[in-house]
């Protein structure tokens, strides 16, 4: 299984980007997925987390401002940030678990996808 992650890039302050984490392989079905993302010099944490429809959770920091989402038909989650601000500045990176054809279950990370909010 891979997982290939896109959507970073510089954008200015207020302004959006919607990255996305694409699933690859021998995958019967996502079950759960989350972004991290790692601020330069800064630990990483957690920025958004979702194991279902309505079941979602989000940093203080970005509620209100980043939705996470699946499409379960192409194996894709996606995190749309809006209203990005320089301290959003960091290498994002995907987490999902998944279920094999077999039904066990893996947790997977993308490779990060650098977003960079400067004007």
């Known amino acids: 299984v891979q997982l290939q992650a896109s959507g970073g890039g510089l954008v200015q302050p207020g302004g959006s980007l919607r990255l996305s984490c694409r699933a690859s392989?021998?995958?019967?079905?996502?079950?759960?997925s989350a972004w991290y993302r790692q601020p330069p010099g800064k630990q990483r944490e957690l920025v958004a987390g979702e194991s279902g429809v309505d079941v979602t959770n989000y940093a203080d920091s970005v509620k209100g401002r980043f939705t996470i989402s699946r499409d379960n038909a192409k194996n894709t989650v996606y995190l749309q940030m809006d209203s990005l601000r320089p301290e959003d500045t960091a290498v994002y990176y995907c987490?999902?678990?998944?279920?094999?054809?077999?039904?066990?279950?893996?947790?997977?990370w993308g490779q990060g996808t650098l977003v960079t909010v400067s004007s």
């Open positions: 392989g021998s995958i019967s079905r996502i079950y759960a």
């Open positions: 987490n999902v678990g998944v279920f094999d054809r077999q039904q066990n279950q893996f947790e997977y």
